[in-house]
T-cell receptor, first 114, second 110 residues
Framework: NAGVTQTPKFQVLKTGQSMTLQCAQD?????MYWYRQDPGMGLRLIYY???????DKGEVPNGYNVSRLNKREFSLRLESAAPSQTSVYFC?????????????FGPGTRLTVT | TQLLEQSPQFLSIQEGENLTVYCNSS?????LQWYRQEPGEGPVLLVT?????EVKKLKRLTFQFGDARKDSSLHITAAQPGDTGLYLC??????????FGKGTSLLVTP
């Protein structure tokens, strides 16, 4: 039982390049989330998927797109990377969208955009 | 987005000392969670509090939810080096989306 897995762990991009961050969970959770974590800023929600087939914007969605491929997988795409997107990206999942449910986090992807 | 203030931002103490970190908002939470994050890893849930005035204990950690559900505290008794990490509170106002505080970075030295 791996929990939440993310690939890649590290990535360096040049401005304007595109990439997709992959996330998968094996806990049969309904809801999945993408956050970014920047020094002094805490965790900020980019997009979330309350259930398979639905996605919604979070606090900082600009410059990102997501796909809920199936119940297990939730990907985050940067179409044209910018230096402001240098950050650590965390995927999380929870049994349900209700906030009282525990969110389980992956180990993160450290992205640098030069 | 509702603001959630954590204090202090940094805390460096010696093993055996006690400490308290705070999480405050001007709005009423529907629920609040505390997470701990170690370097290079994702946050891990410590506790969820829902009822005003609620107190929960997890070994040497005591969590309190304010009566008005606008604030919470985490108290650690006799801190150990293994308690080192980033402590994050996360509050919910709308029922599902969590808003995270900026965190308190704790360093416990032997």
């Amino acid at each position: 039982n791996a929990g939440v897995t993310q690939t890649p762990k590290f990535q360096v991009l040049k401005t304007g390049q595109s990439m997709t961050l992959q996330c998968a969970q094996d806990m049969n959770h309904n809801s999945m989330y993408w956050y970014r974590q920047d020094p002094g800023m805490g965790l900020r929600l980019i997009y979330y998927s309350a259930s398979e087939g639905t996605t919604d914007k979070g606090e900082v969605p600009n410059g990102y797109n997501v796909s809920r491929l199936n119940k297990r997988e939730f990907s985050l795409r940067l179409e044209s990377a910018a230096p402001s997107q240098t950050s650590v990206y965390f995927c999380a999942s929870s049994e349900d969208q209700l906030s009282s449910y525990e969110q389980y986090f992956g180990p993160g992807t450290r992205l640098t955009v030069t | 987005t509702q603001l959630l203030e954590q204090s202090p931002q940094f805390l460096s103490i010696q093993e055996g000392e006690n400490l308290t970190v705070y999480c405050n908002s001007s709005s009423v939470f529907s629920s609040l969670q505390w997470y701990r994050q170690e370097p290079g890893e994702g946050p891990v849930l410590l506790v969820t509090v829902v009822t005003g005035g609620e107190v929960k204990k997890l070994k040497r950690l005591t969590f309190q939810f304010g009566d008005a559900r606008k604030d919470s505290s985490l108290h650690i008794t006799a801190a150990q080096p293994g308690d080192t990490g980033l402590y994050l509170c996360a509050g919910a106002w709308s029922g599902y989306a969590l808003n995270f505080g900026k965190g308190t970075s704790l360093l416990v030295t032997p």
